[in-house]
């Protein structure tokens, strides 16, 4: 099983790798935003590894925890849209998890933390997440009207995409 790829909302949309041990889940590429073209600037990691699984985790505004399973084929694409018009995209070909922090409308802003052995990248100038969308559907929406677990209460306070 791969180990784990976690892009989640402290504030900003946040992207980390946990490796076991002593890894620290450099993914620097994510640093380098140039022109993807037409009109979009990013970055790209790729990640050699076979991920079948997305967990979207959610906690809503009484503290209550929901999850949403998704299974991760082969040519897939997840997308993780954030306020300020930020995205992270994944892309799955079976062997390889390709990342990309992308924006049409200003450049991603990614900065690298670390601590304790550990880093993530930190999309800086993006918001919350608020939509998830798989092979272009949107599965998860905290925007007004939008479509978030049954049960949940809005606003939702966190959330989070695992890769595995």
Do not use: W
């Amino acid at each position: 099983m791969a180990d784990a790829v976690i892009i989640d909302d402290g504030g900003s949309t946040r992207i980390k790798r946990q490796l076991p041990g002593n890894g620290i889940g450099e993914m620097d590429s994510l640093l380098d935003v140039n022109d993807l073209g037409g009109g979009v600037r990013g970055s790209t990691h790729d990640i050699v590894d076979s991920f079948t699984n997305v967990l979207i985790v959610c906690q809503d505004k009484t503290g209550r925890p929901f999850s949403q399973a998704v299974a991760l084929a082969a040519g897939s694409t997840i997308e993780v849209s954030s306020s300020l018009n930020q995205r992270v995209t994944a892309v799955s070909d079976g062997t390889r998890l390709t990342l990309t922090v992308l924006s049409s409308v200003s450049d991603p802003i990614v900065e690298a933390k670390q601590h304790k052995k550990k880093r993530r990248y930190v999309v800086s100038n993006s918001g919350p997440i608020e939509t998830i969308s798989v092979a272009g559907a949107v599965i998860y929406d905290v925007r007004a009207g939008g479509s978030i677990p049954a049960g949940a209460v809005r606003p939702i306070i966190y959330t989070s995409v695992v890769f595995t």
